[in-house]
């Protein structure tokens, strides 16, 4: 069993940052697994926001880049969140998994890729 405890969430103004993190668990947890975070907005599918491999590789969503950064520490994956945008409004969610490549490059991959999830942390942007 793998538990994932996300943190960090909360209410900023847009442009400002917010550190994420989550914390990995468990005797099934697998310091080769690959992490991700994904967001729910209401009414919205679930969307990959960022990966990470366990060699370090990094994949970002378009919206993202360059304003978010993910890393991780051990057992710690943490999502460093820069120029919020209102849009960027969602229930974020820490994930482990096998890990996706596409084409030979490390991928996000979607939802169903990964087989563990935290219970998510909320992050609301205002304008």
């Known amino acids: 069993q793998v538990q994932l405890v996300e943190s960090g969430g909360g209410s900023v103004q847009a442009g400002g940052s917010l550190r994420l993190s989550c914390a990995a668990s468990?005797?099934?947890?697998?310091?080769?697994?690959?992490m991700a975070w994904f967001r729910q907005a209401p009414g919205k599918e679930r969307e990959g926001v960022a990966a990470i491999d366990s060699d370090g590789s990094t994949s970002y969503a378009d919206s993202v880049k360059g304003r978010f950064t993910i890393s991780q520490d051990n057992a710690v994956l943490y999502l460093q969140m820069n120029s919020l945008k209102p849009e960027d409004t969602a229930m974020y969610y820490c994930a482990a998994g096998a890990g996706v490549y596409k084409d030979y490059a490390f991928d996000i991959g979607s939802e169903g890729d990964f087989a563990y999830w935290g219970q998510g942390t909320q992050v609301t942007v205002s304008s």
């Open positions: 468990g005797d099934g947890y697998n310091s080769a697994y690959s």
